[in-house]
T-cell receptor
């Protein structure tokens, strides 16, 4: 398996532009997570899906952020409009199930976003 | 709520030195504990885990023992290599909190030749 695949790896955009980050989880993994990593706040869980359904989006910072999972093999995280404080590395991760102990996430390589 | 506290870095040491990264946790239930490692430019990957008290997780020369009495899961390696330079994250998964994975802030380790 190719692992969790994220695109783009790097994105530089200007304030106010729309940003779309993409993720392909590992086949057969029922859970998908979006995390954000910054120096100031560390690793933050934004949202997670189970069987394509959003379960907990309490970590989504504000209405400018939205996430979708139209099918088991694809998810997007969209920021519209983007702001400089959104600059971060965004990680997608997936796992097969969430039984404690088997809750082992596989992370993608991340998408580094810079908003000027 | 659940939380994980780990020592702040950076930790700088020489090759073949002994490494310890402290990790303590707070959880409402009986969590599983994990160490993840993030190499430069990459995503996090599981290093080791322990699912119950007194379990020892080990991988690549790293070890950590689940200590319920001290709510700790310290990471150790007897002889580090330059290739161990990375950021290490302690994490817990608490069934009482819906198995949400909670991460510590990460500890950057730099091993010099």
């Amino acid at each position: 398996d190719a692992g969790v695949i994220q695109s783009p790896r790097h994105e530089v955009t200007e304030m106010g532009q729309e940003v779309t980050l993409r993720c392909k989880p590992i086949s057969g993994h029922d859970y998908l997570f979006w995390y954000r990593q910054t120096m100031m706040r560390g690793l933050e869980l934004l949202i997670y899906f189970n069987n394509n359904v959003p379960i907990d989006d309490s970590g989504m910072p504000e209405d400018r952020f939205s996430a979708k999972m139209p099918n088991a093999s694809f998810s997007t995280l969209k920021i519209q409009p983007s702001e400089p404080r959104d600059s971060a590395v965004y990680f997608c991760a997936s796992c097969r199930d969430r039984v404690s102990g088997a809750n082992v996430l596989t992370f993608g390589a991340g998408s580094r976003l810079t908003v000027l | 709520g659940d939380s994980v506290t780990q020592m702040e870095g950076p930790v700088t040491l020489s090759e073949e030195a002994f490494l310890t990264i402290n990790c303590t946790y707070t959880a409402t239930g009986y969590p599983s504990l994990f160490w993840y490692v993030q190499y430069p430019g990459e995503g996090l990957q599981l290093l080791l885990k322990a699912t119950k008290a007194d379990d020892k997780g080990s991988n690549k020369g790293f070890e950590a023992t689940y200590r319920k009495e001290t709510t700790s899961f310290h990471l150790e390696k007897g002889s580090v290599q330059v290739s161990d330079s990375a950021v290490y994250f302690c994490a817990l998964s608490d069934q009482a909190a819906g198995n949400k994975l909670t991460f510590g802030g990460g500890t950057r380790v730099l091993v010099k030749p």
